[in-house]
Every structure is written in C-alpha cells, then in structure tokens.
C-alpha cells in the first residue's frame, strides 16, 4: 500500500516494526493488503498537525470549506472502490458498503451547513459581548473496524471544518479503508499538515492518546478500550476525551403494536451487519398477552435472513469479523441456553461453499424471565448477530427492563399511542428513543451518542461541530453613560 500519510504526502515505511495482513473475514485467502506500521511515525505525524494547527485555524471557512468539497468530490469519484474496500475488509454486503460510502459523501453536506448552526458566533444585543467559536488543535480520531468509512469520516469532517488539524488512526482490521480516506484527503489538496493518517494496531492507538501534543481524542470502539484511554488521560483535565462505546438496545414492543411492522424493523436491526453495530438491537421486551403470537413472526423472519459471500446478490449477511468473535458469540449463547434460555433460532456455524469465512447464522432466544441475568450474555454487548426476547406484563415493566443495563445508546418503542410512546422516551435513560423504527440507524442531523457507559459526548451526528470546537466570551468596552 502506499504507507502512512505524513506532512502531506504518503510515506513508506523502509523501517516497519511490524506489519499488519488483512485477510478478508468473508474468504481468508483473499489478502486485502499488507500494511507497515512505524512507532517513529506517531512524533511526526503529531508534530505534524501541530505545526499546521496556527494556518489552518486561521485559514477562512471558506476555504476550509472549499477544501472538504473537493474531498467529498474525491469520495464520489472513488465510491465503488471503496464500497469494494470495506466489504473485502469487514465482510458486509456489498450494497451496504455502498450505502456506507453515499453516507459519508452526505455527511460534508450536513455538516457544512446545518451542523454550522451550533458554533455560529454570536454578537449580543443587550450586553456589550460576543460568543466565539474556536477550534481545539490537532484531534486524534481512532476509527473503529464495523463502519470503517462513515464513522470516522464523520469526526474528520467537523474536525477539519473547524480549524483542527487531524492525526487518523484507521481500525487494524480495517487499514485499507483509511488509506482511501487519506487519498481523497491528498487529492483535495489539503495544506501539509492538516491531516495525518498512522496505521497501526492498539499500541499505536496507546501511544497517540497519550502524546502530549493532542487536544483531544475521538474514540468510537468498546467500553474496555475507552476505559482505557479514559484512565490514561485521567490528569489531562485539558483534553477532549470523547468515547462512543456501544450499546445493549431495547425494542419495547407494546399490545397495540403493528406486529408484522415490528417484526421487519427488529429483524434488520438485530442481524444487519452481522449485529455489528452499536445501535443494533440485542433485546426485545414485550408486552406478554402477544408475546406467543410475536414470537412466532420473527422467530419465521430470522430463519428467512441469508447467509453468505457479502458479494452475492441477495446476501443479507455476511461474516462476522473474526473466528474470535464467532467463538465468543456461540459460548455467549450456550451459557445463555445453560441458564434456562430457549432457542427460537440456534445460531451456529454457517458453511458457505468454496469460502473459508467466519459465518455465524442468527441467533434468537426466549429468556425465561425478565431478571435472567447470564454473565458474558445479558450484562456485556455482544456485537454479533444475537437476540433475547423478554416478557414483561405491562409498559412500567418494560422500562424498567430496558433501563435495567449499565449502557444507555438506542431503543424503539412500538406502540400506536404517541402518548405512550411520549411517556416511554421520557422514562428511558438512553442518548436516542425511536418510535416506530428500528435502533440500528440514525439520521446525520441530529445527536448520536448514549447515557451510561455507551459514551460521554456526542461524537458524532448535528453536533460534532460542537465537540470539535470551546466558545469563547468577548466582553466589549461598557459604553459611556
């Protein structure tokens, strides 16, 4: 590949001290790319954005602006490749790939107009004041592997329209996709310096987020991970700690409840991407008089979803990303199955004829009461293509089961009462309510980050501006009486 992108320009690695292989989670025989990682690279690719930092936060909107057009204009030229780039690296169908890139391309819209509405300067009327924007400095972002493109593409975008430098660590299982971001990055023309990609696996992660020379760090990943950075910055009062680290997601499915809709939504939110998403749904609680009848639906959709090579035509899942992973989620489900859980739908391993993939069928199980608590199944996120479905007798006991988690990301309530559906969101102790809609999505103009442990900021969605940026107050010359 052509190395890491420092100072402006990729950078061969003539010293690596090690190199990272991905090979394909769908066939591993299919190496997608051998990249290099140099530790030296972490001061210069730091330094690097440092020195930018006083140029580019002074540089006009405008221009910054102009700069981001062009970017998007590289992604569009480029979306086939790197739609064909992240279903090689993390094994997602090939149509949600491209959804994926067509989000990113969306995202330098959003933010470059409404998103601005949350840092605009302002002047005061009735105090001689006024309200100033101003960026942080050079902001590491850390890209997580199950949206290796959308996700950190919409913390470098605000980050870079604000007057940041960045310094991009893409996922390990996932480096190739940074290197096409940091091509259109080159082709945009940014100035040296303003954006910096480094590979590396989590010790590179380490290093940068203890550098002395950031301003903050943007982290989408795990809990453990973000825990992690969280203590070892625990004495950088100054910095900008922003973790968004998942989530275990309700559906609260009430009596009134449009079953046959439900159903579709809860379906693709639990599978989708494998169950590979920080808003994919993982437990469904439902009101007891149509748990039999609600049951039998989506117990009859999951065993519909296709496994299979994410590049075959209707495929609606592909692996997950690892043989670590499938291993984890199949003991996560026998110790739920050991503790009185029943298997609707077993998961198991899914052969796919003339692939060495890591398939996982879907997994779908009726727990035998709401407080059946299995350690490593009901108290951790799973990230994989896992379902439990609950009973409670009435909505006060179906909050009261959703709130029941240490995470507070996502969770649907389907209910034809917009008053109930008013009075669930407002007791649920989550970042996101839908109604009506699945978990596992989000709309780009509005907040997206959780409660809990599913995060402290809103890394991404309408407000990155905001994050990327601290207001300053100007106090004017009190005028004469």
């Known amino acids: ?36 990682v140099s530790v030296a690279h972490v001061d210069v690719a730091v330094h690097s954005a440092r020195r930018a930092f006083r140029a580019w936060r002074r540089t006009p909107a405008s221009e910054r602006d102009a700069a981001l057009r ?28 491209r959804q994926e890139v067509s989000a990113m391309i969306s995202k330098v819209d959003v933010m470059l107009t409404e998103g601005r509405t949350f840092t605009a300067d302002r002047v005061l009327k009735d105090v001689p004041g006024e309200i100033r924007h101003r960026p942080l400095g050079p902001l590491l972002v850390i890209g997580p592997f199950n949206f290796p493109g959308h996700l950190p593409n919409g913390q ?16 390990e299982k996932a480096p190739t996709t940074g290197s096409w971001i940091a091509q259109c990055i080159h082709e945009a023309g940014f100035p040296k310096g303003v954006f910096n990609m480094v590979q590396g696996d989590g010790t590179t992660a380490q290093q940068l987020a203890q550098h002395s020379d950031i301003a903050g760090i943007l982290f989408t990943g795990s809990l453990a991970v973000g825990q992690a950075i969280a203590i070892a910055n625990a004495e950088r009062i100054d910095r900008l700690i922003a973790l968004e680290l998942g989530g275990k997601n309700a559906s609260i499915v009430l009596e009134d409840a449009d079953l046959d809709f439900a159903v579709q939504q809860i379906t693709f939110a639990a599978y989708a991407t494998s169950g590979q998403r920080c808003t994919s749904t993982s437990r469904v609680i439902v009101a007891r008089p149509i748990l039999d009848e609600f049951c039998a639906k989506l117990t009859h959709a999951t065993k ?21 992973t499938r291993q984890t989620l199949l003991a996560a489900q026998s110790a739920a199955l050991s503790c009185g859980y029943v298997a609707l739908v077993r998961g198991s391993v899914v052969d796919v004829p003339g692939r060495t993939g890591f ?9 035998p009461h709401t407080r059946a608590m299995v350690p490593g199944y009901s108290d951790v996120e799973l990230f994989g ?9 009435d909505v006060d006991e179906g909050i009261e089961v959703a709130n029941n988690t240490s995470f507070g990301l996502a969770a649907a309530v389907f209910t034809r009462s917009s008053d109930v559906f008013a009075y669930v969101a407002d007791e649920l102790d989550v970042g996101m309510v839908h ?8 709309s780009g103009r509005l907040p997206f980050g959780g409660t809990k442990l599913s995060g402290n900021h809103r890394v991404a969605g309408i407000f ?7 207001p300053q107050a100007i106090l004017l010359p009190s005028r004469p009486r």
Not at 2 to 30: H, N
Not at 464 to 470: D, E, I, K, S, W
């Open 1 to 36: 590949m052509l190395g890491d992108y420092l100072d402006g320009g990729f950078t061969s690695t003539l010293r690596a001290s090690q190199t990272i292989t991905v090979r394909s989670p769908a066939d591993t025989i299919d190496i997608v790319a051998t990249h290099a």
């Open 70 to 97: 062009r970017y998007q204009a590289a992604l569009q030229r480029y979306l086939e490749p790197i739609a064909t780039t992240i279903t090689r690296e993390v094994g997602k169908p090939i149509s949600e790939a």
């Open 156 to 171: 470098l975008v605000p980050a870079l329209a604000s007057g940041n430098p960045v310094i991009f660590k893409p996922s």
């Open 304 to 324: 519909q979803l296709t496994v299979g090579y994410p590049f075959d035509e209707n495929v609606f899942m592909g692996p997950v990303i690892s043989e670590a």
């Open 359 to 367: 398939y996982l069928s879907p997994s779908l199980l009726l727990a």
């Open 385 to 393: 293509p896992n379902l439990a479905v609950y009973a409670v007798g």
């Open 435 to 442: 109604f009506n809609r699945s978990t596992a999505g989000a």
């Open 464 to 470: 990155a501006n905001r994050l990327c940026t601290y």
